[in-house]
């Protein structure tokens, strides 16, 4: 047993609707590299899970006619059912019911209470007693009374648990600007200057308006606020403050959490907070990817963009599903998904590089050696090359590896099989299988594939668990051949080895057929623009340049944003525009919940006269695009654009 221990995790998932591709990106992405890990001869601990309360839960358990707990247990099954169909090699699945966590979060509340660190506090407001309504000062109606009944309010506050943050900003901000927790660079940046540079808040951490939470055990009219409850997962999984679980002390801190952009604000402030605060040692590396996002949209449920994985999977296997998502998504950006580069990838990649290579390889040892390379050999031009190049690839990939830099890790190893079906090209084995005397040659030749087919697929198998030992069936590779330590030597395979022709790994996908099936079957509107139709659809009015120039478009930071009382279809968001802030309402509650959009940017119509909504000054609009089913959909620029920049 190794003492070299390795601790990745996920974010645990929301289960308010069944996973998507979107959610299988971290998932296939922590798998693959638990599974380099296994095989650098770690002992590693994968966890992932499910984050199981909140009011979201709640009203959609209560939309179905169902408890919480019967809803959220049937969509964990898919949760389930997907990351056994991906091959995702989890060593633990937490779910925040379950009873031991639950208790340790209490326990974790009180302990938090008990050092001082959170403390009970008012949330204040105006307050209309006959609405039972609080508002804002800056909500209530012309002459300061309740925007919805008009009649006077007063001063009043609502008890609720904080947390304190100030007193870790400088640690914080150290954390995020000298060391390599958060990877890219780029980010820490953006949180420091959106965060906590304009002074952090104490942080609201419980919540008396719905019931489907954990309860606070010294005042349990109070449930813990969904963040703390799920934060804390990495550690209530080992064991921390439940007898549960017994690896704690073994494996914290972790050495990777992988999280998608839209919640690293969480990761890399209040969770560093909260743990700073126990005196809990910190994550090694936060790594963060941006989203799957689906004709520019961010993959979503609410959006109605959708890919579903296991109709994916069933057409192409879900290898190369693996393979897509991973070669397409650079650590830091964004990665669109679209039918049509997913099935051109896996032709050239699966089906013309690895694929040809393999089945090209095997069969000419069949055809010139009857299966079995004979034992002479002679070395000849191009060897060297190929031999440094499948030798040197390890090193690159661990590389890769340690940076979460899963895309190129891929494409060193696909460097490989590239350079060797360019020995196929160079060397010609079927003109030296014409020639009797150049039998030598060409067993020589026939090997070196093998070997370099050998090593690229030893380390492709952390990526693609399924398919690989297919390949190493057909090149005659026994299970003791295939390992780390193996792919930095040369000449594994018996010298004589015998090869097994078999079924064709990646067939080819007819690309144009493919893509009609799918949109027929995903009933897809993302049909591909015809590049030769150059003439744009009718829109209505035309304008001039000028025209369109007298809106003023501003990038906004959602600095908060809350419902507005009383109205089904209004939040009020409160952001910076670089300009000295402003508060804008938008007819966008039905699709977005306040906390979906706190901390994003977004695109204001900066120029809009002032007007009035259920009594609510909005000074501007949010862009939102009218999605096909009759939704808005809030149109998200880059994370990194300043607050104030003009849209042109
Ligand atoms: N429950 C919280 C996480 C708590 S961790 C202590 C949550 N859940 S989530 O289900 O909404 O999202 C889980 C992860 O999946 C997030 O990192 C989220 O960004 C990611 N993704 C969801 N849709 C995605 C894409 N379309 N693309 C890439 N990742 C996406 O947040």
Known sequence: MTNKKFYITTPIYYPSGNPHIGHCYTTVACDSIARYKRMQGYSVMFLTGTDEHGQKIEEKAKEQGVTPQEYVDEIVKNFKKLWSYMDISYDRYIRTTDDYHVEAIQKIFKELYDRGYIYKGEYKGMYCTPCESFWTSSQLDENGCCPECHREVKEASEEAYFFKLSPFADRIEKLLTETDYLQPKSRATELVNNFIKPGLEDLCVSRTSFTWGIPVTFDPKHVVYVWVDALFNYCTALGFQNDAHNDFDEFWPADVHMVAKDI?????????????????????????????????????????????????????????????????????????????????????????????????????????????????????????????????????????????????????????????????????????????????????????????????????????????????????????????????????????????????????????????????????????????????????????????????????????????????????????????????????????????????????????????????????????????????????????????????
């Open 264 to 648: 690293m604000r969480f990761h890399a402030i209040i969770w560093p907070a909260m743990l700073m605060a126990l005196d809990l040692p910190l994550p090694k590396h936060l790594a963060v990817h941006g989203w799957i996002t689906f004709n520019g949209q961010k993959m979503s449920k609410s959006l109605g963009n959708v890919v579903d994985p296991f109709i994916l999977g069933e057409r192409y296997g879900s290898d190369a599903i693996r393979y897509h998502i991973l070669r397409e998504m650079a650590l830091g950006a964004d990665s669109s998904f679209s039918n049509e580069i997913m099935i051109n990838r896996i032709n050239s990649d699966l089906a013309n590089g690895l694929g040809n290579l393999v089945s090209r390889t095997v069969a000419m040892v069949d055809k010139y050696f009857g299966g079995t390379i004979p034992s002479e050999r002679e070395l000849g031009d191009f060897d060297d090359e190929l031999i440094s190049c499948a030798l040197s690839l390890r090193d690159k990939v661990d590389e890769f590896i340690d940076q979460t830099q899963i895309n190129n890790a891929l494409a060193e190893i696909f460097k490989v099989i590239s350079r060797a079906n360019k020995y196929i090209d160079e060397t010609e084995p079927w003109i030296l299988g014409k020639n009797e005397t150049k039998k030598a040659r060409l067993a020589s030749v026939l090997y070196n594939l093998l070997e370099a087919i050998r090593i690229s697929t030893t380390l492709l198998s952390c990526f693609m668990p399924k398919t690989m030992p297919k390949i190493w069936k057909q090149i005659g590779a026994s299970d003791n051949d295939i390992s780390y330590e193996n792919a930095t030597e040369w000449g594994v395979l018996p010298t004589n080895v015998k090869v097994c022709r078999g079924e064709i790994i990646f067939p080819r996908i007819d690309v144009e057929k493919e893509i009609d099936e799918l949109n027929k079957i995903i009933g897809s509107n993302a049909k591909e623009e015809q590049a030769d139709d150059f003439t744009p659809a009718p829109v209505g009015e035309q304008i001039s340049i000028d025209d369109f120039a007298k809106s003023d478009l501003r990038v906004a930071l959602v600095k908060s944003c809350e419902k507005v009382k009383k109205s089904k279809k209004l939040l009020c968001l409160q952001l910076d525009d670089g300009m000295g802030g402003r508060q804008v309402v938008s007819g966008i509650a039905e699709w977005y919940k306040p906390e979906d959009l706190v901390g994003k940017k977004v695109i204001i119509v900066a120029n809009l006269k002032p007007v009035k909504l259920c009594g609510v000054e909005s000074n501007g609009m949010i862009c939102a695009a009218d999605t096909p089913d009759g939704a808005a959909s809030v149109i998200f620029p880059d994370q990194s654009l300043p607050n104030g920049s003009k849209i042109r």
